[in-house]
């Protein structure tokens, strides 16, 4: 290593700090050079002086190693002062020191505990701009239906009607098949736990209020959010990604206006028409198995309805349904416009605008069931 050191870099007498750099720094030589640059790199301070006249050879590795021993900003010192180099030497010196200034430096690794917390503080930042961005599109529509409601001129008639037989017309068997079938379940189950206790006749109330107050909606709006809001994010997406909204906007015409209120108003119409359907559906699956099961004919099954179930919990049931079908609505739309312009991109939001869609109508839903439960209703 001494020989190394002379044959490379020598001390000037008058200062052992003072290094004056010699010899071929040249990727042939790079193991030896690795080795001494480790060594002095520790030994020298931030402002030693340094003489690079005497160099021979200079290729790219041997920069880069004359840069790690001087560091980054000594070297463009010494090449914005000429240190006795030729003009290449000197720019192939300073684009070398660049580069390593701008290299990032490598984050500490804390542990698993401290990129859990990171990760939980990325995702309430997340989740609190996303809150943002939804209320600020909620705010948005509101203020464009007050606009229609005062300019009848503008509204898209056409259009809405278009989408009321989209969302709810070709979704009427779907819904009534569904509700059908989870309203046969729900008397099966009641009326195996009710017969312990002699109580099979309840059956039919049970069905009753699950389905006026609670499932018909809910299952009619995780169904609408599982098919319609998807369907508004893909198209909305689509346009986006063609540029069709921005040919909108060239015409001068809001998109709010012509793609997200009729959608809107189409599913606030749509969605209590189907939740009602989802409503006689269930009671019919349940009153066809109370009948074949349970020996309750259909006329016993509307007698005991009449007589037990108050009409407000019909009343309690269809008054979320224009609640869930303007958050629906509202999710699907919005995630259209975030769509960034690719066809991944469209897939990505359509699958969040789903899950959004869900999450949100059952967590409307809940505190709609708390709320009444307060409310002695």
């Known amino acids: 290593m001494p020989d190394a050191e002379q044959r490379f870099v020598t001390r000037s007498s008058d200062d052992p700090s003072h290094l004056v750099i010699r010899g071929d720094w040249v990727l042939e030589h ?7 640059v480790g060594r002095l790199r520790n030994e020298q301070s931030a402002d030693a002086e340094a003489d690079l006249s005497q160099i021979g050879r200079l ?16 070297i463009q010192t010494l090449t914005d002062e000429g240190a006795g180099l030729p003009e290449e030497r000197r720019v192939l010196l300073r684009r070398i020191a660049h580069s390593l200034q701008r290299e990032p430096q490598p984050r500490p690794h804390h542990g698993a505990v401290f990129e859990l917390l990171g990760n939980i503080g990325k995702g309430t930042l997340a989740f609190h701009d996303h809150v943002r961005t939804l209320l600020g599109f ?16 503008t509204w898209r008639l056409t259009s809405v009607v278009a989408q009321v037989e989209q969302i ?9 098949l569904l509700t059908f079938m989870v309203g046969a379940v729900i008397a099966f189950l009641g009326a195996t736990v009710l017969a312990d206790f002699g109580a099979t006749i309840y059956t039919v ?23 319609t809001a998807s369907a508004f994010t893909a198209q909305i997406g689509s346009m986006k ?30 969605l209590p028409i189907l939740t009602f359907i989802g409503m006689l559906s269930g009671l019919l699956g349940g009153a066809v198995v109370c009948s074949l ?15 037990n179930v108050a009409v407000q919990h019909f009343y309690l049931g269809m008054v979320k349904a224009p609640l869930f079908a303007f ?3 509202i999710i699907g739309c919005m995630e259209g416009f975030k769509v960034s312009g690719s066809a991944e991109s469209v897939g990505e939001h359509t699958t969040s605008s789903v899950v959004q869609s869900i999450f949100v109508v059952i967590l409307m839903d809940a505190l709609a069931a708390l709320f009444f439960m307060e409310m002695n209703w």
């Open 138 to 153: 909620v705010g948005l529509t509101l203020a464009g239906l007050a606009f229609g409601l005062l300019r009848p001129s």
């Open 30 to 36: 790079y193991a030896e050079l690795r080795q001494l």
């Open 327 to 329: 958050l629906i609505a």
């Open 205 to 227: 109330d049970l069905i009753a209020f699950s389905f006026l107050r609670e499932f018909a909606v809910l299952l009619t709006a995780i169904l609408m959010a599982g098919r």
């Open 241 to 270: 990604a063609n540029e069709e909204i921005d040919a909108i906007r060239t015409l001068g015409l809001n998109p709010l206006q012509i793609l997200v209120i009729p959608r809107v108003i189409a599913m606030m119409i749509s």
């Open 293 to 307: 099961a349970l020996d309750i004919s259909p006329t016993m099954f509307l007698s005991i309805l009449q007589q």
């Open 59 to 74: 290729d790219t590795a041997g920069g880069q190693l004359l840069t790690e021993l001087l560091g980054s900003e000594r």
């Open 168 to 176: 709810a017309l070709n979704a009427v068997g779907i819904v009534a």
